[in-house]
């Protein structure tokens, strides 16, 4: 079994000699045809494009990608060369929740308001957006859930339409797969026709995909104070994102919501699982991130607590100085563990 790896997956390169020692580690943009041709298994991120070009007349048999996210994958393709392509849903579901929660204890910080008094719009219901669903009821928000194909298969009782969540909800929150066209196309989900629907000057924030949302309608509605405040995470166009967009985000990061360690092991431990059973065989892989250096926080209050375990304004700074780096940022991106990892004795 030769397996090409993309070198930028953590815990993986002592975990995958359970499986083989023919392995080749290389950056996610620089897979080529040549590379790949004698591969069985392709494990990636996002950042490698798995389509005709890249697979045609290759040996590969098995791709896994250590992401939720597969739109960097062309599935018709792969069914069409009988290519087997698996995914990570779920995986770093819990890191995405931290980020978020850190960003609404900022939000809360700055305005000096009680969350309770707000609407969250939940836009996409997956696997984390339900979790961000479950934080807000939790933070005391009333929810409002937006899914239309969760809606379509289980009744739509308990979701409300898209104009909905325009209209009634103080923090909208994009969560929602890139589908480009089709039944329940998201590609610029985040349109004119949206930002026009907007009744209550809401905090934008994505965490999914960057090309939901529009950008340069997401500028207008920024000029037209549509919108107060805009955290994002993702982008059009990433690495060669907006930079005139970055200067008027109030949080802007590279791409790292999902990046926890605690997301990235739980991420490289179920590729290599796939791996693992397409072969068939019955194995489990132990990935443990390391112990962070302090893992007992002594603080005043719970809201203090969570950005002492993690504050996105410092992944924003980094990116304001040097966002050339984006890529650069995401791939040495340093040690966060989630809560799990600490303990809290909060005066």
Partial sequence: MRII??????????????????VVYVEGREFTPELVRDADVLIVRTRTQ????????????LIATATIGFDHIDTAYCH????????????????????????????????????????????????????????????GMRVLLNDPPRAEQEGP????????????????????????????????????????????????????RGEVIKTEILKAAMDRQLVSEVILDVWENEPSIDLELLSRVVIGTPHIAGYSADGKANATRMALEAVAAFYGLNMT??????????????????????LRIYDPRNDCDALRQAPDKFEYLRGHYPLRREKQAYQFDID
């Fill in 5 to 22: 790896i993309d070198n930028k997956i953590p815990y993986i390169h002592e975990a995958v000699l359970q499986l083989t020692t023919d």
């Fill in 50 to 61: 798995c389509d005709r070009r890249l697979l045609e007349g290759s040996n590969v048999k």
């Fill in 80 to 139: 069409e060369a009988g290519i087997k392509w698996v995914n990570a849903p779920g995986c770093n579901a819990a890191s995405v929740a931290q980020y978020i929660e850190s960003c609404l204890m900022l939000l809360k910080m700055a305005r000096l308001e009680d969350l309770t008094r707000y609407t969250l719009g939940v836009v996409g219901v997956g696997n984390v957006g339900k979790k961000i669903a479950d934080l807000g009821t939790q933070l």
């Fill in 157 to 208: 009782d308990g979701f409300v339409s898209l104009q909905q969540i325009a209209e009634e909800c103080d923090i909208i929150s994009f969560h929602t797969p890139l589908n480009r066209g089709g039944a329940h196309n998201t590609f610029h989900l985040a349109n004119e026709e949206f930002f026009g629907q907007l009744k209550r000057r809401p905090v934008i924030i994505n965490s999914g």
């Fill in 285 to 306: 892989f132990n990935i443990t991130p390391p112990a962070p250096p302090q893992s007992i926080i002594k603080v005043d209050s719970y809201d203090e607590a969570i």
